[in-house]
């Protein structure tokens, strides 16, 4: 299997009369783009605005964001699943939009509660909040979103999820015709690999806790998921979608497409590194026998492919702990070493216990850095999403536009965008 | 003192090290002599543009034996003889040393604000009790590892001595003091995974990011002798609140304890009760109420008598993200007031 990825970079969007690309600018056409979005019935209106690095703008509400791609040739189509069959995708050749994201910004119309509820994230596109933001680096197209009075949020979720990653993929087609500024092969070719290291595999843990809390493969949801091999080829097409709206420690589908850990283990592939796969499994599982029994399947799958170490990376909270550590203790137990990735969660001051769950077997941390640490937010001069918000640990509303503090719990993936952005804890 | 002048250092020893006998010393009461003694004559030798001006020697009695005394005479001496930085030990394993030396190196950095650094074996009580406050060099439990640790020692005296911030403890040396800070790597960190992991596999070195803390172990108290002349109490991290949660209990990362009365109750209701616990599904807690705190059962048990009596009210916080530090607080709060209320017993629901 091997894709070849084309790179068009893009550094600036405006709304304009047409769809179309210039040079690094795209242009898009508002009413075009609204018009993707009311054949469901679920959309009442949706707001088109842009916003770009360093401006003094915010963007709350926020939900997902999309990296623009199309599969120029096949097998498949970009997003499968949802803008076509389930045919398997990671070859052939993809298009995709660099440093352009779709961001998606809503309230959904029901209330959620509970261990399902979702919870506030927002952009800083410049300020002290900016380097823990994703998408803060991106020309965003951002859409703001209004339900259908009497929609269920399941109707709403399915129709801007729908539209957003149609629109993704028509963005991407307009680059036909154009030259791409890069070009890169992927391939996890067995000869190459023969002649390279250690035999790693991804084990990417990602979120499933139900309806706005959850991820979906190949269009499904990954409810119930017992782990299973797919080639990192496949989340560069985007077979792997985010419909996770809970807060910093979400993965947005952007980060899916553009897994770190993807992209690290292929620049080493065939030199030091044998990159052999991606194991995904699902954390949250409700019980202590689901979360064995998951964690077990993702340690044979690795045996499986032979490996000799693992990468796994935690996403989420004191449940997701349990599981990402399950999954190293098993892997290491039939002999498999494992390095965990994982952000910390050690108090405003940095004196707490860093992690809630930190099993001996775990002797290879990576640390993302103190998530709970408190950032003093700028004002900004302007906010897309919504005039008020409120973050889950208070009652208080406050003005969107106004200085606040916020931690890694408050920005959109900030746990693994201060990974990204190369934070880790030090103990001095 | 002049970036470009000499560091001008105070030593501490106990009677031992500093020559004046052994254990029969221990009673030695403080004192202070100019220049270095003991192994504070290796330490100067190692030292660079830094002199130890004065030695403090103390028994490692008297100094416990006088507490107050003891720490104003450090305070004292050190003042007369105005150190850029106190070096105290090394105290190996022994245990009233390490305390002693942690305890000077405390007053000059809290009272004085001169840094201060020692060296004493991790096992040592005065490690755990002073490490947050002070700067500890891990060293050998018995004198074999003094070569080992004045080195470090004299390092670490000389950067604090001009003046400088020392870097993390695990580049610097000294025991891990307990607070964590963000700091930027300059890579990403799948790049530090993939080398990390490499290493690792190849049998090199390698350093975790985090080491496991371990945690205090709390032995259990003895069981108790006769249930049926106990009261027993409820504590629960499931988020059980009366409907409405009217005290605003909070979902997650909760700072506290709420009580509740369930004297004249037989069992909870459903929908007088609910959870607003953000961790677990909570739909078989909302529809009984007494899957989180087992009053029904626990009444059955009082009528005969199992247990003598029931207390009057249940506690109850949110266990999801907690904070150990506050969980440890609320707990001995909440034991507190049970031992004032006379309870014996309690069942602890976690979910």
Same mark, same amino acid.
């Given at each position: 299997m091997q894709l070849e990825l084309a790179s068009f970079k893009i =550094?600036?969007?405006?709304?304009?009369?047409?769809?179309?690309?210039? %040079?690094?600018?795209?242009?898009?056409?508002?009413?075009?783009?609204?018009?993707?979005?009311?054949?469901?019935?679920?959309?009442?209106?949706?707001?088109?605005?842009?916003?770009?690095?360093?401006?003094?703008?915010?963007?709350?509400?926020?939900?997902?964001?999309?990296? !623009?791609?199309?599969?120029?040739? %096949?097998?498949?189509?970009?997003? +499968?699943?949802?803008?076509?069959?389930? #045919?398997?995708?990671?070859?052939?050749?993809?298009? &995709?939009?660099?440093?352009?994201?779709?961001?998606?910004?809503?309230?959904? +119309?029901?209330? *959620?509660?509970?261990?399902?509820?979702?919870?506030?994230?927002?952009?800083?596109?410049?300020?002290?909040?900016?380097?823990?933001?994703?998408?803060?680096?991106?020309?965003?197209?951002?859409?703001?979103? &209004?339900?259908?009075?009497?929609?269920?949020?399941? #109707?709403?979720? *399915?129709?801007?999820?729908?539209?957003?990653?149609?629109?993704?993929?028509?963005?991407?087609?307009?680059?036909?015709?154009?030259?791409?500024?890069?070009?890169?092969?992927?391939?996890?070719?067995?000869?190459?690999?023969? =002649?390279?290291?250690?035999?790693?595999?991804?084990?990417?843990?990602? &979120?499933?806790?139900?309806?706005?809390?959850?991820?979906?493969?190949?269009?499904?949801?990954?409810?119930?998921?017992? !782990?299973?091999?797919?080639? !990192?080829?496949? @989340?560069?097409?985007?077979?792997?979608?985010?419909?996770?709206?809970?807060?910093?420690? &979400?993965?947005?589908?952007? @980060?899916?497409? =553009?897994? !770190?850990?993807?992209?690290?283990?292929?620049?080493?592939?065939?030199?030091?590194?044998?990159?052999?796969?991606?194991?995904?499994?699902?954390?949250?599982?409700?019980?202590?026998?689901?979360?064995?029994?998951?964690?077990?399947?993702?340690?044979?799958?690795?045996?499986? @492919?032979? %490996?000799?170490?693992?990468?796994? +990376? @935690?996403?989420?909270?004191? =449940?997701?702990?349990?599981?990402?550590?399950?999954?190293?203790?098993?892997?290491?137990?039939? %002999?498999?070493?494992?390095?965990?990735?994982?952000?910390?969660?050690?108090?405003?001051?940095?004196?707490?216990?860093?992690?809630?769950?930190?099993? +001996?077997?775990?002797?290879?941390?990576?640390?993302?850095?103190?998530?709970?640490?408190?950032?003093?937010?700028?004002?900004?001069?302007?906010?897309?999403?919504?005039?008020?918000?409120?973050?889950?640990?208070?009652?208080?509303?406050?003005?969107?536009?106004?200085?606040?503090?916020?931690?890694?719990?408050?920005?959109?993936?900030?746990?693994?965008?201060?990974?990204?952005?190369?934070?880790?804890? #030090?103990?001095? | 003192m002049s970036q470009s002048g000499t560091v001008r250092v105070v030593h501490y020893l106990n009677q031992f090290f500093s020559g004046h006998g052994g254990e029969e010393q221990a009673s030695y009461p403080i004192t202070v002599k100019p220049g270095a003694t003991g192994p504070g004559t290796a330490l100067q030798k190692l030292l660079q543009n830094a002199d130890i001006v004065a030695t403090i020697v103390c028994g490692d009695n008297w100094c416990h034996e006088h507490e107050s005394e003891f720490e104003e005479a450090v305070e004292r001496i050190l003042r007369d003889w105005s150190p850029a930085v106190v070096v105290a030990g090394p105290a190996f394993n022994a245990g009233r040393y390490g305390l002693a030396c942690g305890r000077v190196c405390s007053v000059a950095w809290n009272k004085l604000g001169i840094p201060a650094v020692t060296a004493m074996a991790i096992e040592n009580p005065g490690a755990d009790l002073y490490r947050s406050q002070v700067y500890i060099v891990p060293c050998s439990e018995t004198a074999v590892g003094m070569r080992t640790a004045l080195p470090v020692l004299s390092r670490l005296a000389m950067k604090l001595g001009r003046g400088e911030t020392l870097g993390p403890s695990d580049e610097e040396g000294y025991l891990p003091r307990g607070t964590r800070y963000n700091v930027q790597t300059g890579t990403v960190m799948s790049e530090r995974a993939v080398k990390m992991l490499l290493a690792k596999l190849k049998g090199l070195p390698f350093k975790t990011e985090l080491v496991r803390e371990s945690f205090e172990v709390i032995p259990p108290p003895p069981p108790l002798l006769d249930l049926r002349k106990s009261t027993i109490a409820v504590v629960t991290e499931s988020g059980l609140v009366p409907s409405g949660n009217p005290d605003k209990l909070e979902q997650t990362r909760s700072r506290k304890w709420l009580r509740y009365k369930v004297a004249g109750l037989q069992e909870l209701n459903q929908g007088a009760w609910e959870s607003v616990h953000g961790g677990y599904d909570t739909s078989a807690v909302d529809s009984d109420p007494n899957r989180a705190v087992p009053l029904d059962a626990l009444r059955h048990l009082e009528s005969e008598n199992v247990i003598s009596r029931l207390h009057d009210w249940f506690y109850v916080t949110t266990g999801s993200g907690g904070s150990v530090q506050v969980m440890q607080q609320l707990g001995r709060e909440i034991a507190r007031e049970l031992l004032d209320a006379q309870v014996h017993g309690v069942l602890l629901t976690a979910t």
């Open positions: =550094n600036r969007v405006e709304l304009g009369p047409e769809m179309a690309l210039h %040079g690094q600018t795209l242009i898009v056409n508002p009413e075009a783009i609204r018009n993707t979005f009311f054949h469901d019935n679920a959309v009442e209106n949706v707001a088109i605005d842009v916003a770009h690095p360093g401006e003094s703008m915010r963007i709350v509400h926020v939900l997902d964001a999309i990296e !623009p791609r199309v599969k120029t040739v %096949g097998p498949g189509v970009a997003f +499968p699943g949802f803008l076509g069959s389930a #045919k398997t995708v990671g070859e052939g050749n993809t298009a &995709r939009l660099e440093g352009l994201s779709i961001v998606q910004t809503a309230e959904f +119309p029901e209330p *959620t509660s509970g261990v399902l509820s979702i919870r506030e994230a927002f952009i800083d596109m410049t300020g002290p909040a900016a380097p823990y933001c994703a998408c803060s680096n991106t020309a965003n197209l951002v859409l703001s979103f &209004r339900p259908k009075a009497g929609i269920t949020n399941e #109707k709403f979720d *399915t129709a801007i999820r729908y539209g957003s990653l149609k629109l993704a993929e028509q963005l991407a087609t307009l680059t036909r015709g154009h030259t791409p500024q890069d070009i890169e092969r992927f391939t996890l070719n067995s000869d190459i690999g023969e =002649n390279g290291g250690p035999r790693i595999a991804y084990i990417l843990v990602i &979120r499933q806790q139900g309806p706005l809390i959850q991820n979906f493969l190949y269009g499904v949801p990954t409810a119930g998921l017992v !782990p299973t091999l797919i080639h !990192p080829n496949e @989340l560069l097409d985007g077979a792997l979608v985010s419909g996770d709206f809970k807060g910093g420690l &979400r993965v947005c589908t952007a @980060l899916h497409c =553009n897994d !770190p850990v993807v992209k690290s283990l292929y620049a080493s592939h065939g030199q030091e590194v044998n990159f052999i796969g991606v194991i995904l499994a699902t954390a949250y599982h409700a019980t202590h026998q689901l979360k064995e029994r998951s964690a077990q399947y993702a340690a044979k799958l690795a045996r499986l @492919l032979r %490996g000799d170490g693992v990468i796994v +990376p @935690l996403i989420g909270a004191g =449940n997701a702990s349990i599981d990402t550590m399950l999954i190293t203790k098993a892997c290491e137990e039939v %002999g498999i070493k494992t390095v965990t990735i994982c952000h910390e969660i050690g108090g405003a001051e940095g004196t707490d216990s860093p992690l809630s769950e930190h099993f +001996p077997e775990a002797d290879a941390i990576v640390s993302m850095g103190n998530i709970t640490r408190e950032i003093n937010v700028s004002p900004s001069n302007r906010v897309l999403g919504g005039e008020t918000l409120s973050f889950h640990r208070s009652d208080k509303t406050i003005d969107s536009s106004t200085g606040f503090i916020a931690t890694g719990h408050d920005f959109f993936c900030g746990a693994w965008q201060m990974g990204i952005s190369g934070f880790t804890a #030090k103990d001095f | -």
